[in-house]
């Protein structure tokens, strides 16, 4: 079965270091989202792409993160210095092209495991 | 206020029970309304889509969506302690952009 794969499952850093995670969406899957969630809540999205474009960063802290997706398949967050507050699950999802039709599979986002973040 | 609300719970109950869980909602254009489910140190995973208004049965597994009340519900059934995880609504307006806005999930716990 086909699956979101992210890297590393698991990072320990110190405060204002620089730390990256990697994601590879399911093939095909044009769109890709980075998400994170902090313990006790629900995942609150960073970053949107369509292919290589960014459909959608308001919300992702620009002076410290960063993301890319250079040839529209796999892609990168950069959080650099790290911050206490950056102490989360970092979640990658995918979905494919398909059209928003009633009925149709619409909205369903195939999420990877994770990679959880703590900063000291 | 959060666009999305819901409670945390923790939610215990039996096995067996019926379970009830809930999201209200404040903007009026979301039209499509998910239930994920997310066991510890996991991603979530899709467990019930909806399209505006009405229910949704799949096995132990209902979704009622009330758009006039901007309420949501997810009704198990015969809950096991398979089902002890979190539960997370999420919602979209526009297939478009198609990225969801998640409530906070509430821990369900299933006692054998």
């Known amino acids: 079965e086909a699956e979101v794969a992210q890297s590393p499952r698991y990072k320990i850093t110190e405060k204002s270091q620089a730390v990256a995670f990697w994601c590879d969406p399911i093939s095909g899957h044009a769109t890709l989202y980075w998400y994170r969630q902090i313990l006790g809540q629900g995942p609150e999205l960073l970053v949107q792409?369509?292919?290589?474009?960014?459909?959608?960063d308001s919300q992702l802290p620009k002076d410290r993160f960063s993301a890319e997706r250079l040839k529209g398949v796999d892609s990168t967050l950069k959080i650099q210095p790290a911050e206490l507050g950056d102490s989360a699950m970092y979640l990658c999802?995918?979905?494919?092209?398909?059209?928003?039709?009633?009925?149709?599979?619409?909205?369903?986002?195939?999420f990877g495991e994770g990679s959880r973040l703590t900063v000291l | 206020q959060k666009e999305v609300e819901q409670d945390p719970g923790p939610l215990s109950v039996p096995e067996g029970a019926i379970v009830s869980l809930n999201c209200t909602y404040s903007?009026?254009?979301?039209?499509?309304f998910m239930w994920y489910r997310q066991y510890s140190r996991k991603g979530p995973e899709l467990l019930m889509y909806?399209?505006?208004?009405g229910n949704k049965e799949d096995g132990r597994f209902t979704a009622q969506v009330d758009k006039s009340s901007k309420y949501i519900s997810l009704f198990i059934r015969d809950s096991q302690p398979s089902d002890s995880a979190t539960y997370l609504c999420?919602?979209?307006?526009?297939?478009?952009?198609?990225?969801?806005?998640f409530g906070s999930g509430t821990r369900l716990q299933v006692q054998p």
């Open positions: 999420a919602m979209s307006a526009d297939t478009g952009r198609r990225a969801l806005t």
């Open positions: 903007n009026s254009a979301f039209q499509y």
């Open positions: 999802a995918s979905s494919s092209r398909l059209a928003g039709l009633a009925g149709a599979n619409t909205g369903e986002l195939f």
């Open positions: 792409f369509q292919d290589e474009s960014v459909v959608d």
């Open positions: 909806t399209y505006s208004s």
